[in-house]
């Protein structure tokens, strides 16, 4: 599994998976996946992404607000609409600007 930086809403700090607060005892799972591999940290990243939430994605997503798919992106988006993942569906979603 790839796994995205994230951007600490309260500091500002950007949180890598190697960084991030992990409580104890998953911080030993989480070096155990590091080490064989099965997660990876995404080194190459787009800063703008890091302050999107994913829960404030999801809510646009299945409240038929548009304005998510400027939020992640565009093949993400085709993929959420092709599949109607996430709750969303076609002829609901309405532009808020």
């Given at each position: 599994m790839y796994v995205y930086p994230t951007r600490?809403?309260?500091t500002g700090e950007t949180q890598s998976l190697e960084r991030a607060p992990v409580p104890p005892p998953w911080h030993h799972l989480r070096a155990?996946?590091?080490?064989?591999?099965?997660?990876?940290?995404?080194?190459?990243?787009d800063e703008s992404y890091l302050?999107?939430?994913?829960?404030?994605?999801?809510?646009?997503?299945?409240?038929?607000?548009?304005?998510w798919e400027q939020m992640v992106p565009a093949a993400v988006a085709q993929i959420i609409k092709a599949e109607n993942l996430f709750g969303w569906r076609p002829g609901r979603a309405t532009s808020t600007t």
């Open positions: 600490d809403p309260v155990l996946l590091l080490e064989i591999g099965r997660v990876e940290p995404i080194r190459g990243y302050s999107i939430r994913t829960p404030d994605v999801l809510a646009r997503i299945q409240g038929g607000d548009a304005s």
